[in-house]
């Protein structure tokens, strides 16, 4: 069995694949924006997904323009499969949240930056909510 493409993900139909670009606790910059538009219209990409954790999955990308896009998108890898710290995914908080109870947004961007790359031994799930309303759980 032929290995895929680095940091992506082989779909159902096995003949496209998903990448999930790192977006540390849901943030994205107006230049990530930028950079996931231009590869979604150059190269067809038919679904962008926000997932349940907070990150953007690029589906429908053909095997020979996975290693083009990551290039073009100029962002982190989101490990989706393996035994690692997949996100962290945190509330907004006190940072613009009116229910918000604490910065969720600064703690999971400090945890990001402790556990991101850290070997792990078994899946580990952190959340971090600053929210009554449990929004980041």
Known sequence: MSEGPMGAILQRDKTTY???PRTPVGLVSPENLEAITAVVRKYGI???KITSGQRLALVGIRKEDVESVWKELGMDM???TE???HYVQACPGTSV???GLQDSLGLGIEL???FVGMELPAKVKIGVSGCPMTCGE
Do not use: D, N, S, Y
Request: proline letters at 6%; a positive charge.
């Open 97 to 99: 949240c009116r229910f």
């Open 78 to 80: 989101g490990k989706a």
């Open 46 to 48: 038919p679904i962008v």
């Open 112 to 114: 990001e930056k402790l």
């Open 83 to 85: 035994l690692c710290v």
């Open 18 to 20: 998903a990448i999930v």
